[in-house]
Each structure stands twice: as structure tokens, then as C-alpha cells.
């Protein structure tokens, strides 16, 4: 199953809302989660089953989605939230990710 | 804490072998699912492996299967991931993660990562 991302760059201010999509090649259900990665460190779980918040994980960070079409959202950027964000899907196997989403500060 | 420390990277030549480890602590490691991802420089994620708690069932990539071989010993609360033939396209961070039983099978605790370089 194959995850295609967009966009693969965002730029943003401190503030911003921003919503990032991922889209399986075939249906998976609820069967995604994102993760984010900052450089140097390994990826960090935001949410799984598509749109539970993971414990620890700020609120103003949601997933919503189902079947093809899924999305993160980022209310209120803060500093620490200018990383890298991956989806993965564990509907069925190869596990898979997608290609990524950089979010830099504008 | 939970923590997943990886060791074993290093340096190999092309057709070469190494065995990476992954020791685990703070949580109950036989319970818990266990999977390798590797992240080549610049490059995205790539999941490399899977093994269940207990048991023998695994699975592999299409790009090592035949060529790695993924390993726990639940006495040493340890994961192994022998690799052999190792091609310049191995060359990677490899990440030892935890699936969550209860979250949809997403990996919720990560090592540091250690590296691989295949040249």
C-alpha cells in the first residue's frame, strides 16, 4: 500500500494552522498513524488509529480520516513543531510510510 | 522508563554481515511486538522487519527478505536483526521500535538508532 503525502514542504509562522494529507493507494480503515521527527532523533508518536492523540502529545495537534484520505492538523505552531512528519499505515503487511512533509518556519 | 537502546552499526564492506541488537527495559519486552526501521541518509522511513512477542512469526521487506533475519530472546530482553549480504543500498540509521498493543499496532517507543554503512 503505497502513502503519498502533501505537501512534501510547508513553510509556516509561529501561530499558523496547518494541515498536512496523506492518502493510501488503497483502503485501510483507521489503520494510520503519524509521527513526527526532528533531525538528529529518532520519530516520535503523535496519533494512532488515525485520529487518538498518543499520551504526552500536545492537544493542538489532530488527525481525522478514514478508508483513503487522511490529515494531521497543527493549530497554534509552536516552535518545537517545526520537524518532519511521516504517516504510516499498519493495515496490512509491508508496513509502510509515506515519503515525509518538512515543516519549516517561514 | 521505557527505553529500546540499539547497538551493533558500524562500518562493513558490500557482501559483508552484521548483527545489530536492541535491549529493552522499563516495559514487559515478551509481551509487545518488536520491528526494525531504517532511515538511509536524507531518505524517509523504511520498515524493515516484524516479530511477534512470542513465538516465531516474522516478517520482512521485499528489499531484505532472504537476506536478514530478525531475532528476540525474551530471557535477555533483547532484538536482534542479523544482516548479511549486505548491499551499499543497507546503508542506513537502523531503528529498533515497539508496537503498541493497543494502539492500532503503532510503534510508540523508539531507540536512538544505530548506524550502518555499507562501503
Known amino acids: 500500500i503505497q502513502l503519498t503525502q502533501s505537501p512534501s514542504f510547508l513553510s509556516a509562522s509561529v501561530g499558523d494552522r496547518v494541515t498536512i494529507t496523506c492518502r493510501a493507494s488503497?483502503?485501510?480503515?483507521?489503520?494510520l498513524a503519524w509521527y513526527q521527527q526532528k533531525p538528529g532523533r529518532a520519530p516520535n508518536l503523535l496519533i494512532y488509529?488515525?485520529?487518538t492523540l498518543q499520551s504526552g502529545v500536545p492537544s493542538r495537534f489532530s488527525g481525522r480520516g478514514s478508508g483513503t484520505e487522511f490529515t494531521l492538523t497543527i493549530t497554534s505552531l509552536q516552535p518545537e513543531d517545526f520537524a518532519t512528519y511521516y504517516c504510516?499505515?499498519?493495515?496490512?503487511?509491508?508496513?509502510?510510510f509515506g515519503q515525509g512533509t518538512r515543516l519549516e518556519i517561514k | 522508563e521505557v527505553q529500546l537502546v540499539e547497538s551493533g552499526g558500524g562500518l562493513v564492506q558490500p557482501g559483508g554481515s552484521l548483527r545489530l541488537s536492541c535491549a529493552a527495559s522499563g516495559f514487559s519486552f515478551r509481551d509487545f511486538g518488536m520491528n526494525w526501521v531504517r532511515q538511509a541518509p536524507g531518505k524517509g522511513l523504511e520498515w524493515v522487519s516484524f516479530i511477534v512477542g512470542i513465538g516465531r512469526t516474522t516478517d520482512y521487506a521485499d528489499s531484505v527478505k532472504g537476506r536478514f533475519t530478525i531475532s528476540r530472546d525474551n530471557s535477555k530482553n533483547t532484538l536482534y536483526l542479523q544482516m548479511d549480504s549486505l548491499r551499499a543500498e543497507d546503508t542506513a540509521i537502523y531503528y529498533c521500535?515497539?508496537?503498541?498493543?493497543?494502539?492500532?499496532?503503532?510503534?510508540?517507543?523508539w531507540g536512538q538508532g544505530t548506524t550502518v554503512i555499507v562501503s
Open positions: 488509529a488515525a485520529s
Open positions: 521500535a515497539k508496537r503498541g498493543n493497543y494502539k492500532g499496532g503503532s510503534f510508540d517507543v
Open positions: 488503497q483502503g485501510i480503515s483507521s489503520s
Open positions: 504510516q499505515q499498519l493495515n496490512s503487511y509491508p508496513i509502510t
